[in-house]
Protein backbone atom coordinates (compact mmCIF):
# COMPACT_ATOMS: atom_id res chain seq x y z
CA UNK A 1 0.00 0.00 0.00
CA UNK A 2 2.83 2.47 0.54
CA UNK A 3 4.50 1.86 -2.59
CA UNK A 4 0.86 2.38 -4.13
CA UNK A 5 0.50 5.71 -2.64
CA UNK A 6 4.32 6.67 -3.26
CA UNK A 7 3.46 5.63 -6.86
CA UNK A 8 0.46 8.13 -6.56
CA UNK A 9 1.69 11.20 -5.29
CA UNK A 10 4.32 10.64 -8.61
CA UNK A 11 1.71 10.58 -10.80
CA UNK A 12 0.64 13.49 -9.59
CA UNK A 13 3.76 15.91 -8.84
CA UNK A 14 6.69 14.32 -10.49
CA UNK A 15 5.23 12.49 -13.73
CA UNK A 16 8.56 12.93 -15.12
CA UNK A 17 9.72 10.59 -12.79
CA UNK A 18 6.24 8.02 -12.58
CA UNK A 19 6.46 7.42 -16.10
CA UNK A 20 10.13 5.78 -16.64
CA UNK A 21 9.65 3.87 -13.34
CA UNK A 22 6.08 2.69 -14.21
CA UNK A 23 6.74 1.82 -17.51
CA UNK A 24 9.77 -0.63 -16.23
CA UNK A 25 7.64 -1.61 -13.89
CA UNK A 26 4.50 -2.86 -16.46
CA UNK A 27 7.69 -4.94 -18.66
CA UNK A 28 8.59 -6.58 -15.88
CA UNK A 29 5.34 -7.16 -13.97
CA UNK A 30 3.31 -8.01 -17.23
CA UNK A 31 6.05 -9.85 -19.50
CA UNK A 32 3.84 -12.70 -19.85
CA UNK A 33 1.04 -10.55 -20.76
CA UNK A 34 3.56 -8.70 -23.32
CA UNK A 35 4.46 -11.44 -24.96
CA UNK A 36 1.15 -12.79 -25.68
CA UNK A 37 0.10 -10.29 -26.90
CA UNK A 38 3.29 -9.74 -29.42
CA UNK A 39 2.28 -13.62 -30.55
CA UNK A 40 -1.04 -12.10 -31.92
CA UNK A 41 -0.62 -8.61 -33.05
CA UNK A 42 1.31 -8.55 -36.01
CA UNK A 43 2.17 -5.15 -38.68
CA UNK A 44 -0.68 -3.71 -40.52
CA UNK A 45 -3.21 -5.04 -38.05
CA UNK A 46 -5.87 -2.69 -36.50
CA UNK A 47 -6.24 -3.09 -32.81
CA UNK A 48 -8.30 -1.04 -29.88
CA UNK A 49 -6.97 -0.01 -26.62
CA UNK A 50 -10.03 0.24 -24.13
CA UNK A 51 -8.98 1.82 -20.97
CA UNK A 52 -5.78 3.28 -22.86
CA UNK A 53 -4.66 5.26 -19.20
CA UNK A 54 -1.27 7.03 -20.01
CA UNK A 55 -0.44 4.69 -22.97
CA UNK A 56 1.73 2.13 -22.08
CA UNK A 57 0.18 -0.54 -24.01
CA UNK A 58 -0.93 2.05 -26.70
CA UNK A 59 2.55 2.85 -27.55
CA UNK A 60 3.63 -0.99 -27.88
CA UNK A 61 0.78 -1.66 -30.06
CA UNK A 62 1.82 0.83 -32.27
CA UNK A 63 5.00 -0.50 -32.56
CA UNK A 64 3.63 -3.41 -33.29
CA UNK A 65 1.25 -2.74 -36.27
CA UNK A 66 3.63 -0.51 -38.25
CA UNK A 67 2.67 2.30 -40.57
CA UNK A 68 -0.43 -0.03 -42.15
CA UNK A 69 -1.66 -0.76 -39.23
CA UNK A 70 -3.59 1.54 -36.66
CA UNK A 71 -4.35 1.38 -33.39
CA UNK A 72 -7.24 3.34 -31.45
CA UNK A 73 -6.96 4.32 -28.06
CA UNK A 74 -9.92 4.97 -25.09
CA UNK A 75 -9.12 6.88 -21.72
CA UNK A 76 -11.99 8.67 -20.10
CA UNK A 77 -9.94 10.47 -17.17
CA UNK A 78 -8.97 13.81 -18.19
CA UNK A 79 -5.28 13.55 -16.25
CA UNK A 80 -4.76 9.95 -17.72
CA UNK A 81 -5.81 11.45 -21.45
CA UNK A 82 -3.76 14.15 -21.28
CA UNK A 83 -0.54 12.19 -20.76
CA UNK A 84 -1.77 9.83 -23.44
CA UNK A 85 -1.65 12.27 -25.75
CA UNK A 86 1.77 13.04 -24.76
CA UNK A 87 3.06 9.48 -24.75
CA UNK A 88 1.62 9.01 -28.43
CA UNK A 89 2.71 12.35 -29.62
CA UNK A 90 4.19 12.04 -32.88
CA UNK A 91 3.07 8.62 -33.76
CA UNK A 92 0.96 8.85 -36.98
CA UNK A 93 -1.17 5.39 -37.07
CA UNK A 94 -2.42 6.53 -33.79
CA UNK A 95 -5.86 7.78 -33.25
CA UNK A 96 -6.82 9.12 -29.81
CA UNK A 97 -10.76 9.30 -27.79
CA UNK A 98 -11.33 11.21 -24.99
CA UNK A 99 -14.32 8.47 -24.19
CA UNK A 100 -15.49 5.99 -22.67
CA UNK A 101 -16.51 2.70 -23.90
CA UNK A 102 -19.45 1.20 -23.81
CA UNK A 103 -23.12 0.05 -24.69
CA UNK A 104 -23.98 3.16 -25.98
CA UNK A 105 -23.57 6.69 -26.96
CA UNK A 106 -23.43 10.01 -24.92
CA UNK A 107 -22.01 10.79 -21.96
CA UNK A 108 -21.56 9.00 -18.53
CA UNK A 109 -20.26 8.92 -15.33
CA UNK A 110 -16.70 8.32 -14.22
CA UNK A 111 -16.27 7.64 -10.12
CA UNK A 112 -12.64 8.83 -10.09
CA UNK A 113 -10.63 7.12 -7.42
CA UNK A 114 -8.17 9.75 -5.08
CA UNK A 115 -6.18 6.84 -4.75
CA UNK A 116 -5.31 5.33 -7.80
CA UNK A 117 -4.79 6.98 -11.61
CA UNK A 118 -5.71 2.98 -12.66
CA UNK A 119 -8.82 2.46 -11.02
CA UNK A 120 -11.48 4.86 -12.10
CA UNK A 121 -14.42 3.29 -12.88
CA UNK A 122 -17.65 4.17 -15.25
CA UNK A 123 -19.82 2.74 -12.31
CA UNK A 124 -20.43 3.55 -8.80
CA UNK A 125 -19.26 1.22 -6.85
CA UNK A 126 -20.93 2.56 -3.65
CA UNK A 127 -17.33 3.87 -1.49
CA UNK A 128 -18.39 7.67 -2.09
CA UNK A 129 -16.28 8.81 -4.83
CA UNK A 130 -16.51 11.93 -6.82
CA UNK A 131 -17.78 11.65 -10.33
CA UNK A 132 -17.42 13.43 -13.31
CA UNK A 133 -18.85 13.56 -16.80
CA UNK A 134 -17.37 12.14 -19.90
CA UNK A 135 -18.11 11.33 -23.38
CA UNK A 136 -19.52 7.64 -24.05
CA UNK A 137 -18.65 5.80 -26.99
CA UNK A 138 -20.21 2.62 -28.78
CA UNK A 139 -17.65 0.53 -30.82
CA UNK A 140 -20.44 -0.73 -33.41
CA UNK A 141 -21.03 3.69 -34.23
CA UNK A 142 -17.32 4.07 -33.93
CA UNK A 143 -16.63 1.79 -36.42
CA UNK A 144 -18.39 1.44 -39.83
CA UNK A 145 -19.93 -1.66 -40.90
CA UNK A 146 -17.21 -3.96 -42.58
CA UNK A 147 -14.27 -2.30 -41.18
CA UNK A 148 -12.00 -4.71 -40.31
CA UNK A 149 -11.00 -4.92 -36.51
CA UNK A 150 -7.88 -7.28 -35.15
CA UNK A 151 -7.73 -6.81 -31.95
CA UNK A 152 -9.13 -5.35 -28.88
CA UNK A 153 -6.97 -4.89 -25.37
CA UNK A 154 -10.04 -4.28 -22.37
CA UNK A 155 -8.89 -3.27 -19.16
CA UNK A 156 -12.24 -0.80 -17.73
CA UNK A 157 -12.49 -2.44 -13.74
CA UNK A 158 -15.72 -3.96 -14.20
CA UNK A 159 -16.95 -2.68 -17.29
CA UNK A 160 -15.87 -4.96 -19.77
CA UNK A 161 -19.93 -6.95 -20.56
CA UNK A 162 -21.12 -3.07 -21.86
CA UNK A 163 -17.91 -2.95 -23.38
CA UNK A 164 -18.42 -6.12 -25.58
CA UNK A 165 -22.19 -5.61 -25.86
CA UNK A 166 -21.81 -2.09 -27.50
CA UNK A 167 -19.06 -4.01 -30.00
CA UNK A 168 -21.58 -6.98 -31.02
CA UNK A 169 -21.52 -6.28 -34.70
CA UNK A 170 -17.70 -5.45 -34.40
CA UNK A 171 -16.97 -9.22 -32.72
CA UNK A 172 -19.65 -10.95 -35.23
CA UNK A 173 -18.06 -9.45 -38.58
CA UNK A 174 -14.52 -9.97 -37.60
CA UNK A 175 -14.03 -14.13 -37.76
CA UNK A 176 -10.46 -13.97 -36.86
CA UNK A 177 -10.48 -10.99 -33.73
CA UNK A 178 -8.96 -11.28 -30.70
CA UNK A 179 -9.46 -9.61 -26.77
CA UNK A 180 -7.37 -9.22 -23.96
CA UNK A 181 -9.26 -8.26 -21.16
CA UNK A 182 -9.07 -8.67 -17.71
CA UNK A 183 -11.72 -10.52 -15.91
CA UNK A 184 -12.13 -9.44 -12.30
CA UNK A 185 -15.35 -11.08 -10.37
CA UNK A 186 -15.50 -8.24 -7.61
CA UNK A 187 -15.73 -5.45 -10.08
CA UNK A 188 -17.92 -6.89 -12.01
CA UNK A 189 -20.17 -7.38 -9.18
CA UNK A 190 -19.91 -3.77 -8.14
CA UNK A 191 -21.01 -2.65 -11.48
CA UNK A 192 -24.17 -5.22 -11.08
CA UNK A 193 -22.77 -7.65 -13.46
CA UNK A 194 -23.01 -11.60 -12.33
CA UNK A 195 -19.70 -13.31 -13.67
CA UNK A 196 -21.09 -15.69 -15.53
CA UNK A 197 -23.46 -13.18 -17.72
CA UNK A 198 -20.28 -12.10 -19.47
CA UNK A 199 -18.88 -15.72 -19.97
CA UNK A 200 -22.29 -16.35 -21.50
CA UNK A 201 -22.43 -13.49 -23.88
CA UNK A 202 -18.46 -14.23 -25.05
CA UNK A 203 -20.17 -17.95 -25.31
CA UNK A 204 -23.25 -16.98 -27.61
CA UNK A 205 -20.91 -15.16 -30.19
CA UNK A 206 -19.01 -18.26 -30.07
CA UNK A 207 -15.72 -17.58 -28.55
CA UNK A 208 -13.79 -19.37 -26.25
CA UNK A 209 -11.70 -17.76 -23.13
CA UNK A 210 -8.31 -18.90 -22.33
CA UNK A 211 -6.64 -17.82 -18.16
CA UNK A 212 -3.27 -16.77 -19.44
CA UNK A 213 -2.29 -18.22 -16.20
CA UNK A 214 -3.61 -21.60 -16.51
CA UNK A 215 -1.76 -24.18 -18.89
CA UNK A 216 -2.31 -24.14 -22.33
CA UNK A 217 -5.67 -26.55 -22.66
CA UNK A 218 -7.67 -25.89 -19.30
CA UNK A 219 -10.80 -25.15 -19.41
CA UNK A 220 -11.69 -21.59 -18.04
CA UNK A 221 -13.25 -21.97 -14.13
CA UNK A 222 -14.62 -18.22 -13.46
CA UNK A 223 -15.77 -20.12 -10.32
CA UNK A 224 -12.25 -20.32 -9.16
CA UNK A 225 -12.32 -16.47 -8.11
CA UNK A 226 -13.59 -15.20 -5.23
CA UNK A 227 -15.67 -12.27 -5.98
CA UNK A 228 -15.71 -11.12 -2.76
CA UNK A 229 -12.18 -10.42 -2.66
CA UNK A 230 -11.30 -7.37 -4.24
CA UNK A 231 -7.25 -9.11 -5.22
CA UNK A 232 -8.74 -11.74 -7.60
CA UNK A 233 -8.91 -11.23 -10.61
CA UNK A 234 -7.13 -13.08 -14.32
CA UNK A 235 -6.02 -12.06 -17.49
CA UNK A 236 -7.90 -13.52 -20.53
CA UNK A 237 -7.31 -14.34 -24.16
CA UNK A 238 -10.73 -14.75 -26.20
CA UNK A 239 -10.62 -15.75 -29.42
CA UNK A 240 -13.56 -17.28 -31.90
CA UNK A 241 -13.80 -21.60 -31.04
CA UNK A 242 -11.99 -23.35 -34.13
CA UNK A 243 -15.48 -25.67 -35.89
CA UNK A 244 -13.93 -29.30 -35.86
CA UNK A 245 -14.44 -29.70 -39.28
CA UNK A 246 -12.00 -26.31 -40.60
CA UNK A 247 -9.30 -26.89 -42.37
CA UNK A 248 -6.15 -25.76 -40.89
CA UNK A 249 -3.93 -27.18 -42.79
Keep these: MVLLRLAEWLYRYCYPVYYPLYSVWKAISERRERKLMRGMISPAMTVVDVGANIGIYTRMFSALTGAAGHVHAFEPAPANFEKLEATVNGLPNVSLQ ?5 AGNGT ?61 RVLRENRDIRIFMEFWPYGLLKASVDPSELTRFLQKLNFEFHNIADPPGTAFNHGGLDPNNAGQYCNLIVARKVPANRDIS
Design 98 to 102: HAAVG
Design 108 to 168: IKLYVSNELNVDHRTFDSGDGRASIDVPLVRLDDYFSPGQRVDFIKIDVQGYELSVLQGAE
